[in-house]
């Protein structure tokens, strides 16, 4: 019920309502995909002014193969795609709207072979794909009464328009600041993003592993990925059946 009224006001709006890929799922959306994508190469520039790459040529070249691959399965010919490694040590990696890949060198040692990397990849790339952050701005400003965000946010030059926008793609300047996917949204990540690691050739089997890497890590460092990627126990067990559908079909 509270979806239908949601959907109602958008429309009342502005009129946007999207669909996600994969799961194909109503979304209420204050904001159009190609406002969306200039928002995202606004915090990309902001992020990667301030951010130290990797100088390990391999493990960057590494990434951005896998992310070549991932992009072409994504089919999005409005993205501009690009892929870092951003020397960093915390178990972390995100995708903006408009393709902007940034991974941590925290989170390669959690992926042993480049399946479990592209895993990773895939599931970040898969929250830009489903549109999750504009969603979550759009319910939170639908609530306050807000008719249209993206051109608003698009024109802002206050910091806390900026600041929401980078907490809702999953990462913030400062940490603490940084506002968790739903479960709904972590569940739908995980099931396009093994949809899309298939399409782009990867072994989804290894898409399991992954997850018993990041779910066997201790430490502040795996803390870090989970303030922003809840988790719960059925996530092995929920992956473990939408690989075995998908290797039956
Ligand atoms: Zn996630």
Avoid at 21 to 32: F, I
Avoid at 123 to 136: N, S
Avoid at 163 to 169: C, E, I, R, V
Avoid at 177 to 183: E, I
Wanted: net charge neutral.
């Amino acid at each position: 019920m509270k979806k239908i009224i949601l959907v109602a006001l958008a429309l009342l709006f502005t009129g946007c309502v999207g669909t996600t890929p994969v799961t194909e799922r109503s979304q209420v959306l204050l904001m159009s995909p190609s406002e969306e994508n200039a928002l995202g190469e606004k915090s990309y520039k902001e992020f990667m002014a301030q951010a130290k790459l990797s100088t390990d040529k391999t493990q960057s070249a590494r990434v951005k193969k896998i992310g070549e691959k991932i992009a072409l399965a994504a089919q999005r010919k409005d993205f501009q795609w690009e892929f870092n490694l951003v020397d960093d040590k915390q178990v972390n990696a995100f995708c903006l709207p408009g393709g902007k890949v940034v991974v941590y060198t925290g989170i390669l040692p959690m992926a042993h072979n480049d399946d479990q990397l592209a895993t990773i990849m895939s599931h970040e790339v898969a929250h830009a794909l489903a549109r999750h952050g504009a969603e979550r701005m759009s319910h939170q400003q639908i609530s306050q009464g807000v008719q249209s965000l993206g051109n608003i946010l698009v024109q802002a030059t206050a910091p806390e328009y900026t600041s929401a926008f980078n907490t809702a793609y999953g990462y913030g300047t400062q940490l603490g600041v940084m506002l968790p996917y739903s479960r709904s949204h972590e569940h739908e990540a995980d099931e396009i993003g093994i949809h899309l690691m298939k399409k782009a050739g990867y072994n989804i089997n290894e898409a399991v592993e992954f997850w018993k890497n990041m779910k066997q890590s201790k430490g502040a460092a795996q803390l870090e990925f989970l303030s922003t990627h809840p988790n719960d126990d059925n996530r092995i067990e929920r992956i473990t059946q939408i690989v075995k559908k998908l290797n039956a079909k």
